[in-house]
């Protein structure tokens, strides 16, 4: 059964760092693209960023540019979230989520349609 197994969520006061990690497995075929969503109560899941592992080419939402980073280990089929620069405003569950489909590359990375989603770690920001 393929799954996402996340990790790195946590506390931190603003200005700080925390690193999240993504582990695919179970896959017959690999994820093709991959991306990091967060929630805040009472509202949608909103893209953070994406990144294709063919082309190894990253998108950012304008929320998060210049502070955030994601990154892909294709040996370990695991994807990182690197956050800096953190602020009460990221505080949110964030979520990792991949796609296997070839289809996934031609769809916008922030769109919710992903095969498989992670349980979701939560981030929070302190004033």
């Known amino acids: 059964t393929q799954g996402l197994v996340e990790s790195g969520g946590g506390s931190v006061e603003t200005g700080g760092s925390l690193r999240l990690s993504c582990q695919a497995s179970?896959?017959?075929?690999?994820?093709?693209?991959f991306a990091w969503f967060r929630q805040v109560a009472g509202k949608g899941r909103v893209g953070v960023a994406g990144i294709r592992t063919g082309l190894v080419r990253s998108y950012y939402d304008d929320a998060v540019k210049g502070r955030f980073t994601i990154s892909l280990d294709n040996t370990k089929n695991t994807v990182f979230l690197q956050m800096t620069g953190l602020q009460p405003e990221d505080t949110a569950v964030y979520y990792c989520?991949?796609?296997?489909?070839?289809?996934?590359?031609?769809?916008?990375?922030?769109?919710?349609?992903?095969?498989?989603w992670g349980q979701g770690t939560q981030v929070t920001v302190s004033s």
């Open positions: 179970g896959y017959t075929d690999n994820p093709k693209c």
């Open positions: 989520a991949a796609d296997s489909r070839w289809g996934c590359v031609s769809k916008a990375w922030w769109t919710t349609d992903y095969e498989t």
